[in-house]
């Protein structure tokens, strides 16, 4: 028998009492230990990995394999809310009313297309919408009193004074949408070891049609493209320690790679927390994050978020003014709500690898390891004993990723720091689910904001701490460049 | 340490796949148990016949279709209505096949995909909202446009095919809500939007937006050409669907070929995945805690009770191995109920009055519908009569999957791993 049967987890139905109906509450205990057989990361979710397909496109839309029955029941409420359409206040139906008055988008959905990665636009506004993407704002400290906000965490950003820390780029009937998203290029040509010409497309993004006067003219803009969201649930339970064990923010080591911890305030404790989520580490965890998608992206408030109007600001009254969605002493977004979309976005499960053993991949595995990309993209974790999902603890995972912000070089920078992450630092991204990014999402687009047209445009973007494993891998041969792109294709 | 048996919840799909039996083989401890793959068999038997079955129905209204594109008058769209409610009765009890088996799962998008932007699709009225969203094709109007611009690309609408819907517009921008085929898109362009929200009444589109010399609503030749289209590739999907569980289906094989136990799982995996999270979880406890209209499955026709209904007769049909067939003959063959009985008489019995019961509370939805207050209608706001009798039926769900797992427990069954891989099954293996 394999070592899979430990992972059973014993059906909540059985030994709970009385059934559980959409409350995030589950009679599950947990009979599931990190499997530390699985040397290769086959299956990169540990006992929770995806038992469903992996050859369409819901190929990131399947439930850790560890749910009971009675907790799919959540998952499944979680991700109808997760595609709902939220509509304007007021509406008929209380539940579902408060969006906007400015948002991204209606759904979570209509960013996190298929639970997979968004991507730019393929031509400016209106040839295509930017749905999948947003942009980030704020401004250098403007006073004191704003620096010393910064300093000591009080604050990730200084807002841009209009706009606020994100540009909607929608709103809903009778205001004015804040701008368009404007994305150019320009391209270069690299060449690898062998004679490859690789082109790399660098983004001109600028804002038109702005709907409430001019930016401030030190507006920092950063593009960020939805994230996939497979395997979030893992991610959160990796506990704090393992992550700071692999921090060495002064390069003590001296291996060219230094690897920061965000530090972030949480919003509830005010305690200043590791930040975890998001293309800088600026969320804490899925809670965090959830609230903030839901106000900024949609204009929708939580108990942790109560603002209605979600991304206006004081400059901005009408928005502020407009009917919002919350009944009284509540938040548009229910809590029976609000925490099935977090349950359904912590159990997206992690597809299990493909064609892990051809010669090619075997090869391309050991490359990865020399060729410095382990370094920060860390194979394996273990998540924690003790976490708020039992279903997820101590299980040997494989994200390859450290969660630490890395300095990326200048080609990657977008020059707008938040909270302890600078201007040319990102945190390392999961490269788990990878290669089936064609698959689930039609296309190849990666970075924060899908400059890269594929893998090997993404590695040759690598700069500043990564530089020196981007010129190994540009010294590769053809052979072995392929080798080493077919091993993250299997991940 | 005691151990139970587990289940993938998850999802969907074949979760479950290889298992093992503790202990000896039951036909020897248990002279009353049918053969495993005798239950097996007869669960094919019953998908066999019950696709066929949605096949023929759909045929049928195929017929009706082309008799109101003949003649659109309001008698020849009532009948194409009344067939396509007659085409879901068969289908719907084929839905417990979805989550067990990875081949239905796959395809099962292709043919009842919902919600859907019904804009995609034709004109809309009222607060739909015709300005661009962030869905661009969430008012696209595919009948009223030649050309549609979407994710950068001019896309040649001129000519309504098989692959413009299937392959072009269906989830075009990865957006879920772009259906354009299927019973859900048939459903619309028969009886258009329903803007009552929880008020009575279903859509109400007049027959003549299919009357190509007199023509409402526009367009009435490329509404005519959508809709045959639309029906056609529907047949096309469930003659697959109906060919798979064929003798030599690869769906009816990949049960047959496999261990005993693994078809096992994968019945009583569609069963409880049905029954808890699809059903009872996202089809119905979020439209109460929403009471939202938009949440109703089959919104345009109202014809959500039954399809809830007949979604729980499956479940039942797949346990107490019969099916009965739409010209009444009764397919019937060894049962899973009969193999839990030889294993534990008093769980079987409770699982059978489980499901009794889910069924008689399903009944009380329809018979509420007939008397004239649709499913959208109960789960209104402020309509308490109405919302207990779906939280009823929805506590049902929920007391009948409890039962599930302790027949799965009854018979010893444990998944343990993967499907497809034995890298997986054997992670020791493959480093050597």
């Not at chain 2, 909202?129 to 869905?135: I, K, L, P, R």
């Amino acid at each position: 028998m394999g070592s899979y049967a430990q992972a059973a987890l014993i059906a909540g139905g059985l030994l709970a009492g009385a059934a559980v109906v959409a409350s995030g509450l589950g009679g599950n205990r947990i009979d599931a230990r990190a499997d530390q057989t699985d040397a290769r990361g086959l299956a990169p979710g540990g006992a929770a990995t995806s038992k469903g397909s992996v050859d369409n496109r819901n190929a990131f839309s399947h439930a850790s394999a560890t749910l009971s029955f009675a907790r799919e029941f959540d998952f499944k409420i979680g991700n109808a809310i997760f595609r709902k359409l939220w509509v304007s206040s007021p509406a008929s139906t209380r539940s579902s009313d408060g969006l906007g008055p400015l948002f991204n988008a209606r759904s979570c959905q209509r960013c996190h297309l298929k639970d997979g990665r968004g991507h730019p636009p393929a031509a400016p506004w209106p040839k295509d919408n930017a749905v999948s993407l947003l942009l980030r704002l704020s401004i250098p400290p403007q006073s004191d009193a704003q620096r010393r906000a910064l300093a000591n965490g009080r604050i990730a950003v200084i807002p841009e004074p209009t706009y606020g820390t994100q540009l909607q780029d929608l709103a809903i009937q009778g205001h004015r949408a804040e701008g368009r998203v404007h994305i150019t290029y320009t391209e270069r040509e690299v060449r690898l070891a062998g004679g490859e010409i690789v082109r790399l497309r660098k983004p001109i993004v600028r804002i038109t049609d702005l709907g409430y006067g001019p930016l401030h003219p030190r507006t920092m803009i950063s593009v960020r493209v939805a994230p996939p969201m497979i395997g979030l649930g893992l991610l959160e339970a990796v506990p704090d320690a393992a992550i700071l064990a692999r921090a060495d923010p002064d390069d003590s080591d001296g291996d060219g790679i230094s690897g920061r911890p965000n530090r972030v305030r949480a919003r509830r404790s005010g305690a200043m927390v590791l930040g975890r989520f998001g293309w800088k580490a600026l969320e804490p965890d899925l809670v965090a994050q959830t609230a903030a998608a839901f106000s900024g992206d949609m204009g929708l408030s939580s108990a942790l978020l109560p603002a209605t109007a979600g991304g206006c600001t004081a400059a901005q009254k009408a928005c502020l003014a407009a009917p919002h969605g919350a009944s009284k002493g509540g938040a548009e977004v229910p809590e029976s709500l609000f925490r099935l979309v977090v349950f359904y976005a912590r159990n997206l499960a992690v597809p299990a690898r493909r064609n892990a053993n051809t010669p090619a991949v075997k090869r391309g595995r050991t490359l990865f390891h020399q060729v410095g990309c382990a370094a920060c993209h860390t194979p394996s974790f273990t998540t924690g004993k003790d976490t708020p999902s039992p279903h997820l603890a101590d299980q040997k995972i494989w994200p390859y990723t450290d969660l630490l912000l890395h300095d990326m070089g200048d080609g990657l920078a977008d020059h707008r720091p938040e909270a302890r992450a600078s201007g040319r630092e990102w945190r390392t991204p999961p490269l788990w689910g990878i290669g089936l990014t064609r698959t689930v999402s039609g296309h190849t687009f990666f970075l924060h904001d899908g400059r890269a047209r594929n893998i090997t445009e993404a590695i040759l973007w690598h700069g500043g701490e990564a530089q020196a494993s981007r010129d190994r891998f540009a010294k590769l041969s053809a052979k072995e460049r392929a080798a080493l792109l077919a091993f993250v294709n299997s991940l | 340490m005691q151990r139970h048996v587990i289940f993938a919840a998850g999802l969907l799909a074949a979760a479950l796949t290889v298992a093992v039996v503790n202990g000896q083989s039951r036909a020897q401890t248990k002279a009353t148990a049918p053969d495993a793959k005798a239950v097996i068999a007869t669960y094919a038997n019953i998908a066999q016949a019950a696709y066929g079955d949605a096949l023929t129905t759909a045929q049928t209204l195929q017929r009706a279709v082309q008799a109101l594109i003949d003649k659109p008058t309001p008698q020849t769209l009532d009948a194409a209505r009344k067939a396509w409610l007659a085409a879901r009765v068969p289908y719907q009890q084929t839905e417990v096949y979805r989550f067990g088996n990875k081949i239905v799962d796959d395809w099962e998008g292709r043919v009842n995909a919902w919600p859907l932007d019904e804009g995609l699709i034709d004109y809309v009225k009222g607060e739909y909202g015709a300005v661009s969203d962030e869905n661009s094709l969430y008012a696209a109007n595919v009948i009223a446009n030649k050309t549609l611009t979407f994710g950068g690309r001019s896309i040649d609408a001129s000519r309504i095919t098989k692959t413009l819907l299937s392959k072009t517009l269906h989830e075009a921008d990865g957006v879920e809500a772009n259906v354009a085929t299927g019973y859900h898109a048939i459903e619309f362009l028969l009886w258009g939007q329903d803007l009552n929200g929880t008020g009575p009444g279903a859509g109400n589109r007049p027959a003549t937006d299919f009357n190509v010399a007199a023509c409402t609503g526009g367009n009435c030749a490329r509404r005519v050409q959508y809709l045959k289209v639309a029906t056609a590739l529907l047949i096309d999907d469930l003659r697959w669907m109906a060919a798979q569980w064929g003798q030599q289906g690869a769906a009816r094989k990949a049960l047959m070929e496999g261990p005993a136990d693994k078809g096992l799982i994968a019945i009583f995996t569609g069963m409880g995945s049905l029954s808890y999270g699809e059903l009872a979880g996202e089809r119905m406890k979020l439209g109460l805690l929403l009471h939202d209209p938009e949440e109703e499955h089959d919104c345009f026709a109202d014809n959500t009770h039954n399809s809830h209904y007949y979604d729980v007769i499956g479940i039942q049909n797949v346990y107490l191995g019969r099916y009965r067939r739409v010209d009444g003959t009764l397919i019937k063959g060894a049962s899973l109920s009969d193999l839990v009985k030889a294993a534990s008489g008093p769980t079987d019995a409770r699982l059978r009055k489980a499901l009794a019961h889910a069924v008689t509370q399903f009944q009380a939805i329809v018979k509420r519908a007939e008397s004239g207050e649709a499913y959208d209608q109960m789960i209104a706001e402020g309509n308490t009569a109405g919302n207990k009798i779906v939280q009823n039926a929805i506590d049902a769900l929920l007391m009948q999957t409890k039962d599930i797992e302790r027949a799965i427990a009854a018979l010893k069954l444990r998944p343990v791993q993967f499907e497809d891989s034995d890298s997986l099954s054997d992670p020791a293996k493959v480093l050597q």
